[in-house]
């Protein structure tokens, strides 16, 4: 008998899954019916997986435009997923830092 680990590789290998071939560049657009927030979150996913792939320049455009919405809407959440994205940036991880804590000031009132 095979160890199940084994087995789950194998069953992966059979799938012969391939590695998605649109760019971030090309995905859909959202439309007009997508709530802020899930742009907001959109914004900041794409720019952890652009910053990931060593593009610090659209990482830096997308997590900023995540930080500024997530500010504006009040998501204490997404701001914690763009502090921890731009360690590698540190004005912007100034930003959100400062960003998080007026809001935490702000709830507390």
Do not use: C, N
């Not at 649109?22 to 979150?41: E, N």
């Amino acid at each position: 008998m095979q160890p199940a680990v084994v087995v789950e590789q194998e069953r992966l290998a059979a799938l012969k899954l391939e590695p998605p071939t649109m760019p971030l560049d090309r995905a859909p657009q959202p439309s007009v019916h997508t709530t802020a927030q899930w742009r907001i979150i959109e914004h900041i996913t794409v720019g952890q997986v652009r910053l990931r792939h060593g593009d610090s320049a659209a990482a830096r455009e997308r997590l900023s435009a995540g930080l500024v919405g997530a500010a504006a809407h009040h998501l204490p959440h997404q701001l914690q997923r763009v502090l921890r994205a731009s360690r590698s940036l540190p004005d912007l991880h100034d930003q959100a830092s400062a960003a998080l804590r007026d809001l935490e000031v702000e709830m507390a009132a």
